[in-house]
């Protein structure tokens, strides 16, 4: 029984320092660009666009869909680095071991 009393508190406190990651989470962003910079955005690490920033020189009110383009691009990257620096993060709280469902 020492065992599982043993197993229960390791377990207690990984959801503890999860629920510390997931919060300091919020405020760690990442950047991504794409058209070489023209499209600039923001993503927490929880992966939430917090800013999309876009240069005037890539505004063509007759090339909208090339605007449009470029913010899908940087949106994905920037979600993609988010999801990328939370794995990083976890992974420090679990050594490295993928856990199914840890990274909802």
Do not use: H, W, Y
Request: avoid cysteine; proline fraction near 2%; hydrophobic fraction near 45%.
């Amino acid at each position: 029984m020492a065992g599982i009393g043993k197993f229960l508190k390791q377990a207690q406190k990984m959801q503890k320092d999860m629920a510390k990651i997931q919060a300091e989470m919020a405020d760690k962003t990442v950047e991504a660009t794409a058209g070489g910079g023209m499209v600039t955005v923001i993503a927490s690490g929880n992966q939430e666009i917090t800013s999309i920033k876009i240069d005037k020189e890539v505004v063509d009110p007759l090339d909208i869909e090339m605007l449009e383009n470029l913010v899908v691009a940087a949106v994905n990257e920037g979600l993609r680095k988010s999801k990328e620096m939370a794995t990083e993060e976890m992974g420090k709280l679990t050594g490295g071991l993928n856990i199914p469902g840890l990274m909802a």
